[in-house]
């Protein structure tokens, strides 16, 4: 029985990391749709989310089957219920990238309103941070979890900054206000993915050190 579980147990990481790659490949291609300004890849963007969403299904079931006949308990346990967090996580970047390919499709065909190089930098760092958080799930690595979420407030600042910039734009030119709202909403779902990843990465430090380190704030002790 237990050699059983051990390998239901891999075979659950194993279907993880399978779904984790598909996103990583939508987070690609969701990024080259705007930086080299390709339709082709953002309808693929959206041909992919199917199988990250029968991917979701999939690795619920397995979840909560695991906790119904195996009753895992201690680092088991707690593998088996942050995967069913980790899970709608990966889905949820996966619905972002294809929100930000729609606007790519539109964006592609219009002169660009965002000089400079932050738009291609907060997508590459973006992605950046759901790989780590990923590899910090494979490797058991704490240390990187932790950078990942540490990571988030300057990606919080460049989207300010670029939101800040787009602002201006559409103040200084009229023209621009459809194509720079356009932009907004692809920066806030660039945005929101970085956010996605910080909550795996806590979720990695509850599998390893079963420590909860969301909403530490709350946390802190009384003055």
């Not at 300004?37 to 199988?51: F, G, I, P, T, W």
């Not at 023209?175 to 970085?194: D, T």
């Amino acid at each position: 029985m237990l050699r059983h579980f051990d390998a239901e147990l891999r075979d659950l990481k194993f279907s993880l990391l399978a779904m984790a790659g598909q996103v990583e490949e939508m987070l690609h291609l969701t990024q080259q749709s705007l930086s080299e300004r390709s339709n082709h890849k953002a309808e693929k963007v959206s041909q992919l989310d199917k199988y990250v969403d029968e991917a979701e299904l999939k690795l619920d079931q397995a979840c909560i089957d695991l906790l119904a006949l195996r009753a895992p308990f201690a680092s088991d346990l707690r593998l088996i219920a942050s995967s069913l967090k980790i899970v709608p996580e990966l889905e949820r970047i996966g619905d972002h990238c294809c929100n930000i390919a729609r606007r790519a499709l539109i964006l592609n065909v219009q002169p660009s309103v965002l000089p400079g190089d932050d738009l291609e930098r907060l997508g590459a760092d973006t992605q950046s941070m759901v790989h780590r958080a990923m590899d910090a799930f494979i490797n058991g690595d704490p240390d990187m979890a932790r950078a990942v979420i540490a990571e988030d407030d300057r990606i919080d600042a460049l989207y300010l900054h670029i939101f800040s910039e787009l602002l201006r734009g559409m103040l200084g030119d009229p023209l621009c206000i459809e194509r720079s709202s356009h932009l907004i909403i692809v920066i806030k779902n660039w945005e929101r993915i970085a956010d996605v990843a910080t909550n795996i990465a806590e979720e990695v430090l509850f599998i390893l050190e079963g420590v909860n380190v969301k909403h530490s704030y709350l946390q802190a002790p009384n003055p």
